[in-house]
Nanobody, 121 residues
Framework: QVELVESGGGLVQPGGSLRLSCAASKGFHSIATMSWYRQVPGKQREFVAMLDFHGPINYTESVKGRFTISGDNVQSTSVLQMTSLKPEDTGVYYC???????????????WGKGTLVAVSS
């Protein structure tokens, strides 16, 4: 079994920056996509950004130009660099990986437990 662990969350003032990281407890055989989602209490988890190792990078409209996703297929790590943060960016941020842990199992989806980002003055 693979666990994803997020780090880098915290309290930041509006306009500030944070760098979220996601690391896997062990390496994947291969990764299709690495993504970040966020969730505010009482609301559904929403998509933030996705890195497709065989396709384009996608961002939700509200973070375009402010957030940057990057990742390493070999190291099984992902980073979400967030700048010009706004109060509406507040939430628990979750790392998501769609990948194969060996070449003998099907593609599966993995989630981390989340890291809290609070943007407030």
């Amino acid at each position: 079994q693979v666990e994803l662990v997020e780090s880098g969350g915290g309290l930041v003032q509006p306009g500030g920056s944070l760098r979220l990281s996601c690391a896997a407890s062990k390496g994947f055989h291969s990764i299709a996509t690495m993504s970040w989602y966020r969730q505010v209490p009482g609301k559904q988890r929403e998509f933030v950004a996705m890195l497709d190792f065989h396709g384009p990078i996608n961002y939700t409209e509200s973070v375009k130009g402010r957030f940057t996703i990057s990742g390493d297929n070999v190291q099984s790590t992902s980073v979400l660099q967030m700048t010009s943060l706004k109060p509406e960016d507040t939430g628990v941020y979750y790392c998501n990986v769609n990948g194969w842990i060996t070449d003998r199992v099907p593609l599966r989806t993995y989630w981390g437990k989340g890291t809290l980002v609070a943007v407030s003055s």
